[in-house]
């Protein structure tokens, strides 16, 4: 297949079409990633589900795949205009919508180290209806983001890679890495897990079980620990999961919602935003009201939820040594909660 890559400003834009879900199922079919080196070499590259749902890891750079997943993912963040009800500034969500998932973004910024999984249906007349995608680290190794600066890292390298007295601007005083609190570098990612990210459901389809049956379907299907645990075949000629679960940085109101889905909090490795004299934080708002950072950090259950008792889903990827850092953090007027860390176990 020949596949056109996006030139570098093609496709950087803000991409609110929700037409752009349906694809030609022709294109769609092309666009399935073929493993070579695949234990069932001759099978198809997706799979099939009951429903007439159909879910495969695609190139995410075939142009109209790109836009098909930008604009399900733009259209999505737009509920998270804090103008729409939502937790971000408009201005925060608007740049994420330009540089990462802008069809430029999907093509290029994830694509490399990510399988992109889509779900889709027959949507009549020969073409496609995507439904949901969710990205997962092709390696256990790799981190899509730290911060807003660093994207594709590989855990083992960051302190390699990663400069952390960098300055936020102009004053080398001024550190970019002292407005953030998150977990040391060497605990900052469960090992053996993949990153997700980007893990959607197309508007007018929520509700219908469709995240459950992504979730589900790759676990079923690519999760090697899963397919040996159950002895079942491989069914495609695509990648498995050789990892032993999922690992999310999720935005704080996800954290109910993969909790529902069978993800668990992992304890202890909040991201907390460190507000600066020199660098305020964009001011979150609810109706009229402002909230302050102790108000927001409370709303999501901080820093009541570590005053109780120990987590009942036990792991040796909580950081239990971390909880009195996030209680205090939590306590602090300039530190606000950026994100918890949830994970999800293949067995
Ligand atoms: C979160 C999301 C993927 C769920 O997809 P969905 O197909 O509508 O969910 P399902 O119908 O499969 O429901 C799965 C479970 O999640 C729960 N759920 C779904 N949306 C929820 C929400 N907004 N708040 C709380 N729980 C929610 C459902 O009640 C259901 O739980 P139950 O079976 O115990 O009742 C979808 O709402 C979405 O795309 N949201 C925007 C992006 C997002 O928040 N992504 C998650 C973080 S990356």
Same mark, same amino acid.
Request: hydrophobic fraction near 35%; include cysteine.
């Given at each position: ?30 666009? #399935? ?30 142009? *109209?795949?790109?836009? *098909? ?28 919508? =330009? ?35 969710? =990205? ?85 299907? #690519? ?16 990648? =498995? ?72 889903? *036990? ?7 971390? =909880? ?24």
């Amino acid at each position: 297949m020949t596949r056109i890559r996006l030139a570098p400003d093609d496709g950087k834009a803000i991409n609110l079409n929700w037409r752009d879900r349906f694809v030609a199922t022709d294109i769609l079919r092309d666009a #399935y990633v073929r493993y070579e080196e695949s234990l069932n070499p001759s099978a198809p590259p997706f799979v099939t589900l009951d429903d007439g749902l159909e879910l495969g890891i695609v190139h995410s750079d075939v142009p *109209a795949i790109a836009r *098909a997943i930008s604009s399900m993912l733009t259209c999505s963040l737009e509920d998270a205009k804090n103008e729409n009800g939502g937790h971000l500034p408009s201005a925060v969500v608007e740049r994420v919508q =330009l540089e990462i998932i802008s069809p430029w973004g999907v093509a290029n910024l994830w694509g490399q180290t990510g399988h992109r999984f889509v779900l889709s249906r027959s949507g009549g007349g020969g073409r496609s209806e995507i439904l949901a995608t969710i =990205l997962v680290g092709q390696s256990r190794q790799t981190i899509f983001f730290l911060t807003g600066r660093y994207n594709n890292l590989r855990h083992s390298t960051v302190e390699e890679e990663v400069d952390f007295d960098q300055p936020a601007g102009d004053d080398p005083d001024q550190r970019w890495f002292d407005l953030f609190a998150f977990p040391e570098i060497e605990r900052f990612k469960p090992w053996g897990y993949h990153h997700i990210a980007n893990f959607v459901v197309a508007k007018g389809h929520r509700g219908e079980r469709l995240s459950r049956r992504l979730l589900e379907g790759i676990i079923e299907r #690519y999760a090697k620990d899963h397919l040996d645990a159950n002895e079942r075949p491989i069914e495609h000629g695509q990648h =498995l999961l050789c990892g032993r679960g999922f690992w999310q940085i999720g935005d704080p109101p996800w954290l109910t919602r993969m909790e529902r889905l069978g993800f668990y909090l992992r304890w202890g490795a909040e991201s907390f935003f460190i507000e600066k004299p020199w660098a305020p934080l964009p001011a979150v708002f609810d109706g009229d009201r402002k909230i302050g950072n102790l108000e927001y950090n409370r709303s999501f259950g901080l820093p009541e939820r570590y005053q109780g008792p120990r987590p009942t889903v *036990a792991s040796d990827e909580h950081l239990l040594e971390r =909880l009195p850092e996030v209680i205090a953090l939590s306590e602090d007027p300039n530190a606000k909660l950026q994100y918890f860390q949830t994970m999800f176990d293949f067995c």
